[in-house]
């Protein structure tokens, strides 16, 4: 029984294999434990801290008194990363006025100049805290570096930098944002939106994005029309109609059809009624139910009805809906009288769909 | 030709470099997890500040096929509704149920006969007829004869109005925040085309309303091997798959997925109990083949709770289908095999599964089997068998207790000292005889498939395992 000399070798290297993956084992058991002690008294320092601050900042954001000569307990260093927790929540909730005494207690408690030692830390959920905060706190002295953190590689820290330079100077920054939002392709629509939904007034709109919009390309187009809804309802509508004009740009024609709420645009509209592209007839109908006239605009709405594409025949039941939906009857009659079964399915189905919303 | 002792030493030599590879790749993905969870962890917090809509982002459809499913339905419907997204609309699909899972909802959601415009785009059983809720605008409920879970997928993308539909199964738990998280991804990089969400075990939790309010520990303890088991193979290793973009599997429990992607692929496919797995290796497969650029995540936060089988002949049920599933699916698609241009995913993931996931099980049971049986010949001295075990056992030891290490160091969501004990026991006890149980279901399942039986998807008991 047994192996021979090779064998003891095998045996031996099984051996001291089995004995570091033992050792492994015990070492990440240790560390586990470890880490819930660990987490079991931050959350317990973490506990007591807000049991004292968060009534504390409560009190300091709503009642109107002023702060100056109020003595503030002391932020401990190791404390500021829990105070900037407290506070970010705190000020995602509030506006205005709480807003700016919170930003003062920031101030007098000294948490800006940790922050700002913070931006140049490695590690991203610091960073990404201290942008944040020093953009609540429209921190000017941050401005060169929040500047400079707008072209971060990370599209994250990019954009939260780029939400914290319109917090702080909306002017001064919409030109800076809207230079690297056509610079890189990494920016998400969405967080671009909520950059700019409490800071890009309707005139910076006009002031930075106009000019960009007027001399582009379609694919620049593209990227810029989401943030159009920001302009002044008779600029935006000025732009679109010139969009729509010289767009060489499926994708961009349909995009402006989409956003189309004018009627300046109304013959361009309908010719696009006839599109090749589904989606541009598509879009194109849609907006027609938003700036069409009963009586020049029913029968395109009709023949689009019986369009191949299921997208299109919604949109166009949709459109009939609405400049029809004063006369049921006609609505009906129309359902009836259409050679198209689908058309009438969905002319069926959108009318139903009306009646439930507004049962 | 070779004496005894040799044959069973090379036999050893392979079985011990089988179980170093197959739980070395395990533990590189964990390595690798551990970087995107890092990655994750660090700017979850911050990254959707504040937590308003912008109306700029995609709306959903939830697709969920129900089949007999009347005790629970309801209140499974109702807790989606209160999902926390800017725009988002459920569709159910009674699958031919011959309980009364439709008059629950009929009469639980006021739903009306909808004259709804079906477009079919991908071929399903008949549908019988649409309702829409009167109580719910964002409602509807699709009645259809029964074809299985594929084919009521398939019926609800037919449905679906949204470019991005997210299916879930019937009894998922989801939180509020669910879809907001799962559709990051999608938000942050266009090319994304699916994404899968973590999914997590309910059993002993505190469940109101359909929310998971605590979570807590099974005293059953199959349930709390699997609770382990979950976090080793189906998070952390997913999540490890997805930093390589070579992630194979996607939960039919919760996953998001891009519309058009999945019609232009085919939809589900019906003819497979691992539906969920098949349609995710052929997104990479047409996907590839077309040389369309794309991306297949994974997000690791615990968003989605289910119940896990308690008793045995469950458990055993749902790994038998689990491992045919994972046959039919790799076979279905085994182009993919060290295809021209399918990248990591051809070359390390598909084989990886073949060898380690969908073959493992038969290698397993003979590599124990092989060293029981060089003992008992006399082959192999007790000292030699021990140590073979150990580093059998060890390493899955190794595994399972890493990616507690993971979850301690991100979501730790069983926060008491003794649910951590517990589930620190539960990892090492379940290396002795709870994982080779698992294999011997697994190997059932292989050689059903390679003898041919046909594949069932049999009953899940509800036990109730979940406190209301």
Not at chain 2, 304 to 319: F, G, I
Request: proline share 4%.
């Amino acid at each position: 029984m047994g192996f021979g000399t090779v064998s003891d070798g095998f045996l031996t290297w099984v051996y001291f294999t089995s004995l570091a993956i033992g050792a492994a084992i015990l070492f990440m058991m240790a560390r586990i434990l470890v880490l819930r002690v660990y987490l079991l008294l931050s959350q317990r320092r973490t506990a007591r801290f807000e049991a004292f601050w968060r009534p504390l900042l409560a009190e300091l954001a709503i009642v109107p008194i002023p702060c100056k000569g109020m003595a503030l307990p002391r932020l401990h260093r190791r404390d500021y990363r829990r105070f900037i927790g407290l506070w970010l929540a705190m000020q995602e909730s509030l506006a205005d006025e709480a807003h700016e005494r919170l930003n003062h207690v920031a101030r007098r408690l000294g948490a800006h100049r940790i922050a700002q030692r913070s931006l140049q830390r490695k590690s991203v959920p610091q960073r990404l805290a201290a942008l944040i905060f020093l953009g609540h706190l429209k921190d000017r002295a941050s401005w060169l570096t929040l500047a400079a953190m707008l072209h971060d590689a990370s599209p994250v820290i990019s954009v939260v930098a780029a939400r914290s330079l319109m917090q702080t100077n909306p002017a001064k920054a919409a030109p800076l944002v809207f230079a690297e939002l056509l610079r890189r392709e990494d920016w998400p629509v969405e967080r671009l939106g909520l950059v700019f939904r409490h800071t890009l007034s309707p005139e910076l709109a006009n002031l930075h994005l106009t000019p960009l919009l007027d001399d582009c390309d379609d694919e620049t187009a593209i990227r810029l029309l989401p943030y159009v809804r920001y302009l002044h309802h008779e600029a935006r509508d000025a732009l679109l109609f010139a969009l729509l004009s010289r767009s060489r740009s499926d994708r961009l024609t349909s995009r402006v059809l989409r956003q189309v709420e004018n009627s300046g645009c109304l013959e361009q509209v309908r010719r696009y009624t006839a599109y090749p592209r589904w989606h541009v007839r598509m879009q194109a109908v849609a907006a027609l139910g938003r700036i069409g006239t009963r009586e020049e605009d029913l029968a395109i709405l009709t023949e689009r009805l019986g369009d191949e594409q299921w997208w299109v025949r919604y949109r166009a039941a949709q459109a009939l809906v609405r400049l029809l939906g004063q006369s049921p009857n006609e609505l009906r009659a129309l359902q009836e009288r259409h050679a198209d079964p689908y058309a009438r399915q969905m002319l069926a189905q959108v009318m139903r769909e009306e009646a439930l919303s507004h049962a | 030709m070779p004496d005894a002792v040799t044959l069973v030493q090379w036999a050893e030599w392979f079985f011990l470099a089988y179980f170093l590879c197959v739980n070395g790749g395990y533990l590189l993905l964990v390595f690798l997890a551990s970087f995107r969870l890092a990655d994750y962890m660090g700017t979850v917090d911050f990254t959707d500040l504040p937590h308003v809509y912008t109306e700029l982002e995609p709306p959903v459809t939830v697709l969920v096929p129900a089949y007999n499913e009347a005790a629970s339905i309801v209140g499974s419907v109702r807790s989606l509704l209160q999902l926390r997204y800017s725009e988002f609309e459920v569709v159910v699909i009674n699958d031919g149920s011959s309980d009364a899972t439709l008059a629950e909802l009929l009469s639980a959601f006021g739903l009306q006969e909808f004259p709804e415009a079906y477009r079919v785009r991908l071929a399903t059983r008949p549908v019988r007829a649409v309702y829409r809720s009167t109580l719910h605008a964002n409602l509807r409920v699709i009645d259809k004869e029964n074809g299985g879970k594929a084919d009521a997928l398939n019926a609800g993308i037919n449905a679906a109005r949204y470019p991005l539909f997210c299916g879930v199964d019937a009894d998922s738990m989801l939180q509020p925040e669910s879809l907001r998280l799962l559709v990051q991804p999608f938000l942050t990089d266009p090319r994304t085309v699916a994404c899968g969400g973590a999914v997590r075990l309910a059993n002993g939790c505190e469940v109101s309303g359909g929310v998971l309010q605590q979570a807590r520990l099974p005293k059953n303890p199959l349930a709390l091997f699997q609770i382990v088991e979950y976090l080793r193979a189906f998070l952390f290793g997913r999540l490890g798959w997805a930093a390589l973009n070579a992630l194979l599997v996607i939960s039919g429990a919760f996953g998001l997925f891009r519309k058009e992607t999945v019609v232009g692929a085919g939809g589900y496919r019906v003819d497979t109990v691992g539906e969920d797995m098949e349609l995710v290796v052929r997104l990479h497969r047409t996907l590839r083949r077309a040389k369309k650029p794309y991306r297949i995540t994974f997000l690791p936060d615990p968003v989605c709770w289910t119940e896990a089988p308690e008793k045995l002949s469950t458990l055993r049920n749902q790994r038998v289908r689990w491992q045919r599933g994972l046959g039919e699916s790799l076979m279905m698609n085994r182009a993919l095999f060290c295809g021209r241009g399918t990248g990591l995913v051809g070359w390390f993931a598909f084989p990886f599964f073949v060898f380690f996931e969908w073959w493992g099980p038969f290698f397993e049971v003979v590599g124990y089997g092989v060293t029981i049986w060089a003992y008992w010949q006399g082959l192999l001295n007790f000292q030699a068998m021990l140590l073979f075990f150990s580093v059998a056992v060890g390493l899955g030891m190794l595994l399972s207790v890493s990616s507690l290490f993971l979850e301690e160091r991100s979501f730790h969501i069983y926060t008491r000292f003794r649910q951590l004990l517990a589930l620190l026991a539960a990892s090492v006890v379940e290396n002795f005889g709870y994982r080779q149980l698992i294999t011997l279901f697994r190997l059932y399942g292989l050689m059903l498939a390679v003898v041919g039986v046909r594949a069932r998807w049999g009953r899940m008991e509800r036990r109730g395992a979940v406190r209301e």
